[in-house]
C-alpha cells in the first residue's frame, strides 16, 4: 500500500476482499465487475479493484439514490381490497318425486 501525496492510500482489492466488505459471494463481485457496475480492471484471469475508485463509486451510487427518492412523490397508499368470498354454487336441482308414478316391467 503506497500513500498518495493527497494521503489516499493507492490500494488493490481482489473480488474475494471486496466480497468480503459487501458481505455477499464472490462471484456476484465479478457480475458486477464485467457488467461495468463496479469499477475495476481485468488483469489475464483475475480482477484488480483500486479500493479508492471502488468508494468513490459507491458514494456517487448513494448520492444518486438519495437525489432519486427525494425526486419522487411520496408513495400513495394502495387502495384496501375488501375480500369477499365467492357466492357458494347451489346444488343442482331435483326432481320433484312427489308426483313419480313407478312404471310397471313386465
Known sequence: MSEQPDGKFNELLTPEEVAVLFDCKPETIITKLAERWLPGVKVGRGWCIPRQALMEHLHTE????????ADRAPPTPLAVQVLTKPA???????????TYTPVSRT
Not at 448513494?62 to 427518492?69: D, S, T
Not at 357458494?88 to 312427489?98: G, N, S
Open 88 to 98: 357458494r354454487r347451489q346444488p343442482p336441482k331435483l326432481p320433484d318425486l312427489t
Open 62 to 69: 448513494a448520492l444518486r439514490n438519495v437525489r432519486h427518492r
